[in-house]
């Protein structure tokens, strides 16, 4: 059954560099037809998509925020990252990581991680 | 930029009503539309792909249609399991979730 397993820090100060891992496990992330994603969801808050990385680290990134977002992939340890720069309090969140499947659709999710920025 | 919205807002209702929740987008999406379920503390759930097509596993007290703007989910007998929160969310363009409906006895 596949996992998904995100991991980092709780807390980040403002201005800072956000770095989220999410771990892949029971299924390889080199899978064909599908892509891997985060999406995040501030507390008390609606669902907002990031962005997406195909193993061959092909990126597609939500348009608002583009300029401070940058996912990369580690097939060799199953893995893919999530960069978000230039931190606010407005990116105070659960940050899931997720697989989209052949269907388009975000079929297996991470637990989640909450991150909260503040000094 | 494909905007999504959902209602109503919140949905007060018990066990064994039938229930709709609306999702309307601001442009058209054809059948790009996918609703998930979320319960607290808990990651989201996917029940419908395509706008009808219901994913494997997913009960079929659950049901989904529409095309284009306008689409719905329908839990035809509500369950105690079924207290959450819904999302629709397109994927025509990039992906856009709606602001979430709440279902609460």
């Known amino acids: 059954q596949l996992q998904l397993q995100e991991s980092g820090p709780g807390l980040v100060k403002p201005s800072e560099t956000l770095s989220l891992s999410c771990s892949v496990s029971?299924?390889?992330?080199?899978?064909?037809?599908?892509?891997w994603g985060w999406i995040r969801q501030p507390p008390g808050k609606g669902l907002e998509w990031i962005g997406s990385?195909?193993?061959?680290?092909?990126?597609y990134y939500n348009p608002s925020l583009k300029s401070r977002v940058t996912i990369s992939v580690d097939t060799s340890n199953n893995q893919f990252s999530l960069k978000l720069t230039s931190l606010t309090a407005a990116d105070t969140a659960v940050y899931y990581c997720?697989?989209?499947?052949?269907?388009?659709?975000?079929?297996?999710w991470g637990q989640g991680t909450l991150v909260t920025v503040s000094s | 930029d494909f905007q999504m919205t959902q209602s109503p807002s919140t949905l007060s209702a018990s066990v064994g009503d039938r229930v709709t929740i609306t999702c309307r987008a601001s442009?058209?999406?054809?059948?790009?539309l996918a609703w998930y379920q979320q319960k607290p503390g808990k990651a989201p759930k996917v029940l419908i792909y395509?706008?009808?097509s219901l994913e494997s596993g997913v009960p079929p007290r659950f049901s989904g249609n529409g095309s284009g703007t306008e689409f719905t989910l329908t839990i035809s007998s509500l369950q105690p399991d079924d207290f959450a929160t819904y999302y629709c969310?397109?994927?025509?363009?990039?992906?856009?979730f709606g602001p979430g409906t709440k279902v609460d006895i």
């Open positions: 969310q397109q994927y025509n363009s990039g992906f856009t």
């Open positions: 997720a697989r989209r499947s052949p269907e388009l659709i975000f079929d297996s």
């Open positions: 395509k706008a009808s």
């Open positions: 029971g299924g390889f992330i080199s899978s064909s037809s599908y892509y």
């Open positions: 990385i195909y193993y061959s680290g092909s990126a």
């Open positions: 442009q058209s999406i054809s059948s790009w």
